[in-house]
């Protein structure tokens, strides 16, 4: 079983059954059995998830970082 404890960053474990778990997953061949969310998940068509190492170092959190401001803003 995971543990997993998130109050001080308000994160939240999301999973199929809750009404907030974005359909669009179910799509996929291997959908996640959860999501760790900060903040709310809005109704978009399309959307995109980065995924990356526990222990990425500063490089890797910047590009990831500033490949997410790229998409959010197109």
Known sequence: ?????????KIERITSAD???PRS??????PPKA???????????RSVGIVG????????LSFAFELARALAEQ
Not at 25 to 30: F, P, Q, R
Not at 35 to 45: N, Y
Not at 53 to 60: C, K, P, T
């Open 1 to 9: 079983h995971m543990v997993w404890a998130c109050p001080p960053a």
């Open 19 to 21: 009404t907030c778990w």
């Open 25 to 30: 997953l179910e799509e996929l061949a291997m």
């Open 35 to 45: 999501l760790f969310v900060r903040g709310k998940i809005p109704s978009v068509k």
């Open 53 to 60: 190492s526990r222990a990425a170092d500063g490089e890797a």
